[in-house]
């Protein structure tokens, strides 16, 4: 009868410790809600300005808006941008995280003809992308590198975004800061 006990009490033991294994460790459970954290940080409406500088040096002030949607692991980004001479450029940025690889992929479409591919991965509050132009743009530039930046949380709160062109002297630059509202 001891035998038998000390039996079943193994292989209790032994069906705990195999369910513990199979269970997604606390650090990936803390990793899932911290992507999930910075991608509905990511979702109301974002206002405010900034600058676009074009490859022979010439720069022109920006404002722009922004409205992202975030749906479990999707973020969308829709907005405008417009300068003193051009009425307005709308934007999309449509990103996807896979838990699985933390990579985030996505795609960027600007009005005025620019397709390009994201994908890039996200260390605190600051999200890298590679930004390369497909065959689909009207003027493809070099590749470049897309930082989404969450600053600050509460009044004063925002999103930075900034786009560097790999190549000095080609393709564009752009700075973004705007606000929550």
Known sequence: MEIMTRHLIAKALLAAALSLLAQPSLAERETDRDAAGFLSSLEGRFSGSGTLQRAGGSSRSLTCAFNGDQQGTRLSLEGSCSTAIVLGTKIQIELRLDP??????????????????????????????????????????????????????????????????????????????????
């Open 100 to 181: 699985q690889t933390g990579r985030y992929v996505g795609t960027f479409r600007e009005s005025t003809g620019t397709v390009a591919n994201l994908s890039g991965r996200r260390q605190g509050q600051r999200l890298t992308l590679a930004f390369n132009e497909t065959a689909e743009s009207r003027r493809p530039n070099p590749p470049a590198t897309l930082t989404i930046s969450r600053r600050g949380s509460g009044q004063g709160s925002g999103v930075e975004f900034t786009l560097r062109g790999s190549e000095p002297g080609k393709g564009q630059n752009i700075d973004l800061s705007l606000k929550e509202d």
